[in-house]
């Protein structure tokens, strides 16, 4: 089974600062897309970041960039100087080999303070 | 681009009747799209896929015949909730897929069975 660990249920960062998420998977296929995807308070799924696993360059998206460590199964999302509108809940998804439906994390809530 | 509506945004309505909700793709054909459930503050929980002329295929636990599914057109899936009760109280998303499996969402609707 393809599991989606999202080990930090909640995170607060002061504005303009760094928070990372982390996230880990499970699989056995070789070629797959990662994804990280953000739900502020309104609940509309935003797409962050989307990150082809045949791709070594980790993906970035202005202030939202990845770390993906492939052999480690690692694929986690860097907010940089945050802003209050980032404040929201962040999932972590990932495709299952059989057919290919999305898999989601937990979700790690992010506050970001004034 | 990639943009997905979902009507009605929230809906009210007795025990016992039925509830319509429509997932449209707006400025894109999506041969699949997706209806997830979401309880407050946790991830997202798939229901079911549909698919553009065929059948949908549901996850395991999820009734059918509560739960009716129809892909009319490559821009269009709707969601019937049959003869509702207050268990059936919840926040529904859809979502279409586009390129390289990435699913985008509509803004989800809110459903409460009274």
């Known amino acids: 089974a393809q599991t989606v660990t999202q080990s930090q249920p909640e995170m607060s960062v002061q504005e303009a600062e760094t928070v990372t998420l982390s996230c880990t998977y499970d699989t056995s296929e070789n070629n797959y897309y990662l994804f990280w995807y953000k739900q502020p308070p309104s609940r509309q799924m935003i797409l962050v970041i989307r990150q082809e696993a045949y791709k070594q360059q980790n993906a970035t998206e202005n202030r939202f960039s990845v770390n993906f460590q492939k052999a480690a199964k690692s694929f986690s999302l860097k907010i940089s100087d945050s802003q209050l509108g980032d404040t929201a809940m962040y999932f972590c998804a990932f495709p299952r080999a059989n057919d290919y439906k999305l898999s989601f994390g937990a979700g790690t809530t992010v506050t970001v303070r004034a | 681009g990639a943009v997905v509506s979902q009507h009605p945004s929230w809906v009210i309505c007795k025990s016992g009747t039925s509830v319509k909700i429509e997932c449209r793709s707006l400025?894109?054909?999506?041969?699949?799209m997706f209806w997830y459930r979401q309880f407050p503050k946790q991830s997202l929980m798939l229901m079911a896929t549909?698919?553009?002329?065929?059948?949908?295929?549901?996850e395991q636990g999820v009734e059918k015949d509560k739960f009716l599914i129809n892909h009319a057109s490559l821009t269009l899936s709707t969601l019937t909730v049959t003869s509702a009760h207050p268990e059936d109280s919840s926040f529904y998303i859809c979502s279409a897929s586009g390129v390289g499996d990435t699913q985008y969402f509509g803004p989800g609707t809110r459903l409460t069975v009274l």
């Open positions: 549909s698919n553009e002329g065929s059948k949908a295929t549901y």
């Open positions: 400025d894109f054909q999506a041969t699949t």
